[in-house]
């Protein structure tokens, strides 16, 4: 799908707050209500909007720690690989997970309440069992940006 001027100013003012009306998308974008309905209705059926959340405050919620696991599996091959997607997949406190090229076999991002959680999380489930040979764990001393907003140009 091509994205004009229009659906990418949509799509910013929705970034920027999910839970806008749509006489005020409307307003914001420049168009009268029912062209602008009709815009967000065919973004959502091409999937260019994937779904609507809620941003929770990690901190407020008990979640103070994010932890940077850099994973490295016990095989490339394609059984351990999915093993480990689908082992990764259960876990909330895996918040994102990448296969990687490059050194290491996946990163993930684990957000959990403090460090000892985090080491009972690393002893329970980044383990053998789901194909993990080694794990190098990165704590972040200080959140300079974090956005879930794409950069649309």
Not at 57 to 83: C, K, P, S, Y
Request: hydrophobic content about 45%; charged content about 25%.
């Amino acid at each position: 799908m091509m994205l004009d001027d229009i659906d990418k100013r949509i799509l910013r003012a929705l970034q920027r707050n999910g839970r806008i009306s749509n006489i005020d998308l409307a307003r914001e974008v420049g168009l009268s209500p029912s062209p602008c309905l009709r815009r967000v209705k065919l973004l959502e059926e091409a999937g260019v909007i994937d779904r609507y959340v809620a941003v929770l405050n990690q901190q407020r919620v008990g979640l103070g720690l994010t932890m940077f696991a850099r994973v490295w599996l016990t095989a490339q091959d394609a059984e351990t690989i999915d093993r480990f997607i689908a082992a990764m997949r259960k876990l909330e406190q895996v918040v994102e997970c990448y296969i990687m090229l490059g050194e290491s076999d996946a990163l993930l991002r684990v957000v959990v309440a403090d460090l000892e959680d985090y080491r009972r999380f690393q002893a329970a489930h980044l383990t053998r069992v789901n194909g993990i040979q080694n794990v190098k764990t990165d704590v972040p001393s200080e959140t300079v940006k974090q956005s879930h907003a794409l950069p649309l140009r």
